[in-house]
């Protein structure tokens, strides 16, 4: 089982400062948590002394089995046997809206981020545990070395911080890197969803050849005439490369491409 854990990618949390600092970084409402990943409940505990309903859904089926019994049997504890990255998240969050809870483990933590990170008409704020590369990666600014397609859907999508960073003796067992935590307050996209989907599509062509300037990056999407106009367009500069754009920039780039090009 060990072994099976750690080729997850997942480390229990063992610290209680850090577990009661991440359910600090919750909002008071909803009063609702959907923990994802609860493990031997060393999150769940904490969460369960302050909130009405904690929902935890858990890859482990002995884990999961074990839970309840771990901590009491609460009345308020919703124990699911399942996999983040495949569950139905309406059915998941029924009864909703909910906040986001969890230690995620290295493997899958930004497979599930991206499923959650444009529900906000499920889930209100997500305060997650992930790799330290990955929590900079949320919150790097416009022409950050870390800036990247995941820059750009939480930015599409959120409002993110990185509140702190947890060492690996914080964990058993120990990782090798370090880690960090990150609130995500969500909101509605800041364009229709097929202008967002267009810009990201733009993005991760881009990002693929993040060291040439903006024009050459995007040069496999359509002509070199239309991609120049395009830029000209929306005021990028002529040494632009993919990490230096805004999100705005990228959704101008979207709208000024035709559609067939940018999709």
């Known amino acids: ?80 046997h399942g996999d983040g990255l495949a569950l139905d998240l309406d059915g998941l969050a029924e009864g909703g809206p909910w906040q986001v809870a969890a230690n995620l483990p ?10 959650l990170l444009p529900r906000h008409d499920l889930f209100t704020v997500l305060v997650v545990m992930v790799q330290v590369e990955v929590g900079r990666r949320l919150v790097a600014p416009d022409g950050g070395t870390g800036r990247g397609l995941l820059t750009l859907e939480a930015e599409a999508y959120a409002r993110a911080e990185l509140l702190f960073t947890v060492p690996p003796r914080c964990f058993s067992p120990p990782p090798r890197v370090t880690s960090a935590v990150v609130r995500l307050a969500l909101h509605p996209s800041p364009a229709p969803p ?56 990228w959704l101008a780039l979207a709208g000024a491409l035709p559609a067939s090009r940018s999709a």
């Open 106 to 115: 290295f493997s899958v933590g930004t497979p599930i981020l991206r499923r």
């Open 194 to 249: 097929g202008t967002v989907e267009r810009a990201l599509g733009l993005a991760s062509v881009a990002f693929t050849h993040r060291r040439k300037k903006l024009a050459n990056a995007l040069a496999s999407i359509g002509s070199s005439d239309d991609i120049a106009a395009a830029l000209v367009a929306v005021g990028a500069r002529d040494d632009m490369r993919p990490q230096d754009p805004s999100l705005e920039l």
């Open 1 to 80: 089982m060990r072994i099976r854990r750690q080729r997850l990618g997942q480390h229990f949390l063992r610290d209680p400062a850090t577990a009661h600092a991440i359910v600090a970084a919750l909002a008071d409402t909803p009063p609702r948590v959907l923990e994802i990943g609860p493990g031997r409940g060393d999150l769940t505990r904490p969460l369960l002394e302050r909130f009405s309903m904690v929902r935890a859904v858990e890859l482990d089926e002995r884990l999961a089995a074990a839970l309840p019994g771990r901590l009491g049997s609460p009345a308020h504890l919703d124990v699911r």
